[in-house]
């Protein structure tokens, strides 16, 4: 295997696989191939013919050292490297069949004994796994290609995920002198940039010429320094900075020095800039780096200084809205960011602000005009619409949490929010024409169900790449939803409960399935386990026809930290879920059945994975977080207002989808077609184009 390629980063990105130079001089025997073959249907993969025909030509050393790489490496990201073993190891009609009393006594002795006693009760024989189950299809690679990936991770438009951090540090620590070439000329989203900057000085790959060309403002030297001290890059939440070699604080001067106004960015910043003072020692480079040192004093002593939001604030107080609007036309984003609230504190200027707003347009970014056409496009809807409605904000920081409150805004007249939909539209299109052409193109409708990767920050490494509110289809044989967590204990016992709350679709609960409530109406739990000195493992059946014959709609999975720990602390956690047609036959862990799982790492005590929508038979792709409420007993029950909250946040999020995304690339530089097999290039849920984030915010959000 060479060196420079990493086959797990492929796969995870592309479903993809490269082979080094085949060596054999002749085809190896069919009966190699197809032995590998089944010992990947096991896991639910299969390969191309092009990529069958390619494994034959390789040496039997090289088929064996290629098997030996991939095979864990498939069975790890089906969860199957672990073993699980429930508390009832005949789940889930061993739990069906016994009563009531038979359980909680069993519950007790397990809870007196601290987790020591399980039901006795010998394994039965299952019968071999009936379900008909779709295989993923793995194709062949190249090295270009897997190097692109590079590229396309840096460039991308939106913040980068825990995993795209690791794949990228790959990519820097292994491809030496070459990295410069792997890397755009620009990296736009200023979070990556510090990500990326602080790689290059991490492990000594950085040009001396690359800070300077990633490094455009004093905030982006913060994050830069953030990210050395592995902080939030988003700077959502304080840093305590690590000490910087005297090459580093020489770096950061020197860059500092040449920025045009650093004063404002860092009064921004005022607090993180002092304690970052205190690790650069400004005074020991005053004679090299005069302005920067000026710079630290200016914050550092309080002198007046004006900087831009002081006037636009000192305008909005005054009521002089044309004044506000002509000072943040200097800065789009920000009057992007500020256009609803100018909207609605002058009528009379509306007018005005609608004009300026078309001039800058042109120079806001992709992402804030797909998010600012959405918002008005809904504040349509709501004003059209009867009934109070929510709104969403997914604050930034490293931790998915979603806040609610009602919609209240004073109105927007409906002429004014069409038009600036118009507008946002407009500079779309404008600004993808200067893209290359994309030729024929088709558009699968159902990609409307894909929000746009706008922030990855906080995302959980899963088996295929979701993105936070997508609604992926369940398997049309789907008829029973199997929920699975593995656990196992960090420095003390750990006690890690699995959950499905049940609800309607006014979003009423109706019922929980949880260690105190095994068995409900088309519900069935495995039993609580509450010490995994070796791992543990807890499972849900829901049986879809069941919970849909008793009117209910969505099916919440929900992971309590009972003994308190948070997921950070474990050696590992994962959960998902797979999708069964005969629950009694087959393992009751099947790889192949496995549809997504994520690794559980947050720093919280209370995890949502992902939600049934069991009308519309969708995933809901959740991977959120909860505070622990109350502190005495992490339950379901006591943390329901959370839940059904994450509920409706996810149910109707009101983010920009990949259809609206991709329809407008098209009318810029292609041309619309009714079927794959005509076009050039396809936009679908066959084939992979919403798992493909990094190609997605790198290529169509600039």
């Not at 509450?530 to 969505?554: C, K, M, W």
């Not at 209370?606 to 049934?612: A, F, G, N, R």
Request: net charge neutral.
């Amino acid at each position: 295997m060479s060196a420079s390629i990493s086959n797990a980063i492929y796969f995870r990105r592309r479903r993809r696989l490269y082979l080094p130079p085949a060596e054999g001089t002749e085809p190896l025997p069919a009966e190699y191939i197809v032995m590998l073959l089944k010992n990947l249907e096991s896991l639910g993969f299969t390969f191309t013919e092009r990529l069958i025909d390619a494994c034959r030509m390789l040496s039997i050393d090289q088929l064996i050292a290629f098997y030996d790489e991939l095979i864990p490496m498939l069975t790890r990201v089906r969860g199957a490297h672990r073993e699980f073993r429930p508390m009832y190891p005949n789940f889930p009609r061993q739990v069906e069949m016994m009563s009531g009393w038979e359980l909680y006594i069993n519950a007790v002795i397990h809870y007196v004994t601290a987790g020591q006693y399980l039901p006795v009760g010998e394994r039965e024989e299952h019968l071999p796994l009936l379900d008909n189950v779709e295989l993923t299809v793995l194709d062949l690679g190249t090295i270009g290609e897997f190097e692109q990936l590079c590229r396309q991770i840096a460039a991308s438009n939106t913040s980068l995920s825990e995993q795209d951090r690791e794949d990228l540090a790959w990519f820097v620590e292994h491809a030496g002198p070459r990295i410069g070439e792997l890397l755009p000329e620009v990296i736009p989203h200023r979070e990556n940039m510090a990500v990326m900057v602080a790689l290059l000085m991490t492990h000594g790959a950085a040009d001396a010429r690359l800070p300077e060309r990633y490094c455009r403002t004093a905030t982006d030297l913060l994050r830069v320094a953030v990210a050395l001290s592995k902080g939030d890059v988003s700077l959502a939440n304080p840093s305590r900075f690590r000490s910087f070699s005297r090459s580093e604080r020489r770096l950061f001067l020197e860059l500092l020095e040449r920025q045009p106004n650093p004063v404002e960015d860092m009064l921004r910043w005022k607090g993180r800039w002092l304690r970052l003072g205190e690790r650069l020692h400004p005074g020991e480079f005053q004679r090299h780096f005069p302005r920067a040192a000026e710079s630290f004093a200016v914050i550092r002593n309080d002198l007046p200084h004006v900087t831009f939001n002081g006037a636009v604030e000192r305008a909005l107080a005054s009521g002089d809205v044309r004044n506000v609007v002509e000072l943040l036309r200097q800065r789009p984003g920000e009057f992007a960011r500020r256009l609803d609230h100018l909207l609605r504190i002058s009528e009379r200027d509306q007018k005005m602000t609608l004009e300026l707003f078309g001039v800058v347009a042109a120079d806001i970014s992709t992402p804030l005009l797909l998010q600012v056409r959405e918002h008005f496009r809904r504040r349509v809807r709501r004003e059209n619409s009867a009934g109070k409605s929510l709104r969403i904000f997914f604050p930034k920081g490293n931790l998915a949490r979603a806040w609610a409150v009602e919609h209240n805004l004073p109105p927007v007249p409906r002429l004014v929010c069409e038009r600036i939909v118009a507008l946002c539209e407009q500079a779309l299109v404008e600004r993808f024409r200067g893209l290359p052409p994309l030729g024929r193109c088709y558009l699968d409708e159902k990609l409307v169900d894909f929000p746009i990767p706008f922030s990855q920050r906080s995302a959980s490494r899963t088996l295929r790449a979701l993105v936070r509110g997508s609604r992926v289809p369940l398997p049309e044989n789907c008829r029973v939803l199997r929920f699975f967590v593995w656990w196992k204990n960090g420095d003390d016992c750990v006690d890690i409960d699995l959950s499905a709350t049940i609800f309607d679709e006014d979003f009423a609960c109706r019922d929980i399935v949880a260690f105190y409530n095994l068995k409900t109406y088309g519900g069935c739990h495995s039993g609580d386990i509450v010490d995994a000195p070796n791992g543990a493992s807890e499972f849900i059946d829901i049986t879809v026809d069941q919970v849909l014959g008793a009117g209910a709609r969505y099916i919440v999975m929900t992971l309590n930290s009972f003994s308190g720990q948070p997921y950070s602390d474990l050696p590992e956690c994962f959960a998902g879920w797979m999708a069964r047609t005969a629950p009694d036959s087959g393992e009751i862990y099947e790889p192949k059945t496995v549809q997504d799982r994520a690794d559980i790492t947050a720093n919280t005590q209370i995890s949502i994975p992902l939600i049934i929508d069991v009308v519309r038979m969708k995933v809901i792709w959740c991977d959120m977080a909860l505070a622990r409420m109350p502190a005495w007993a992490n339950i379901v029950h006591n943390n329901l207002r959370g839940i059904t909250m994450a509920l409706r946040a996810m149910a109707d999020p009101g983010k920009p989808n990949l259809r609206d995304l991709f329809a407008f690339h098209i009318a810029a530089r292609g041309e619309r077609v009714d079927t794959p097999e005509h076009a050039d290039t396809i936009f679908s849920i066959r084939h992979g184009t919403p798992f493909r984030i990094e190609e997605i915010a790198a290529e169509y959000l600039k």
